[in-house]
């Protein structure tokens, strides 16, 4: 199959969503936990976390237009300027998929998919704790893209929790350990298997193919 630009602008909706959100291939499951100023949790999957920097640790996701539909988690960071990222355990991916679904503000998805609340030091927001590896963010910056509408908002991390058995002494994470899931489009999730780590990549240095 090849597809022209053409040919995907003329495409049915929710055939060309399907495609387009799939094609850069495994993204990985977090959930957005926040609280309002008033105190009401609220929790969402979000498949576009990305890294930007590790010094300092900066972490980033994108959130979809806020324009019409109301977007809670935009609301509860803009009023509060902290956030939680938590990683989605195989174990609880359908829980993880249904906080998608449009509850009204003042309806947690914390209790609508049964998982937990965490709390650790003075951070307000909600960590998952089901959830292995996790971490508390501030608000540092705000990207608008102004081609779609959507916004880039950028964390710096303050906590970061992640289980002494799945880290080596250089820092390497072995995420199918974790159990961590993966996500394709919108729909569909994937268990990661670990299958190889190599050295830095220097071309005097390079193995034989
Ligand atoms: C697999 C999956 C991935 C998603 N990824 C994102 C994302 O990266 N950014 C985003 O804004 N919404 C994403 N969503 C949609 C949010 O989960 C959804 O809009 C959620 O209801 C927002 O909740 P809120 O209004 O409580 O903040 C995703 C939904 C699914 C099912």
Redesign the pocket.
């Known amino acids: 199959m090849l597809l022209t630009n053409q040919d995907i602008k003329e495409l049915e909706k929710v055939k060309r969503l399907n495609i387009i959100n799939s094609i850069t291939g495994i993204k990985p499951a977090n959930l957005v936990g926040t609280k309002s100023a008033s105190g009401q949790t609220?929790l969402?999957?979000?498949?576009?976390v990305v890294h930007l920097g590790s010094n300092p640790a900066l972490i980033g996701?994108?959130?979809?237009p806020t324009g019409t539909v109301?977007?809670?988690?935009?609301e509860n960071i803009k009023e509060t300027g902290v956030y939680t990222i938590n990683h989605v355990h195989e174990s609880f991916i359908k829980q993880a998929?249904y906080?998608?679904?449009?509850?009204d503000r003042e309806e947690s998805?914390f209790n609508a998919v049964k998982l937990t609340e965490e709390y650790f030091d003075s951070c307000t927001a909600p960590f998952v704790k089901e959830s292995q590896l996790k971490m508390s963010l501030s608000l540092v910056e705000e990207v608008s893209i102004k081609i779609n509408g959507t916004i880039m908002l950028i964390g710096e991390i303050q906590q970061l929790i992640i289980p002494d058995e799945v880290i080596t002494e250089e820092g390497h994470i072995d995420l199918s350990k974790l159990k961590t899931a993966g996500?394709s489009g919108?729909?569909s999730y994937y268990g990661l298997t670990h299958l190889d780590t190599f050295p830095y990549a220097r071309k005097e240095e390079l193995p034989d193919f």
């Not at 969402?44 to 576009?48: D, V």
């Open positions: 609220n969402a999957i979000i498949s576009s996701f994108i959130m979809r109301p977007r809670h988690t935009y998929h906080t998608s679904a449009k509850f998805e996500i919108l729909n």
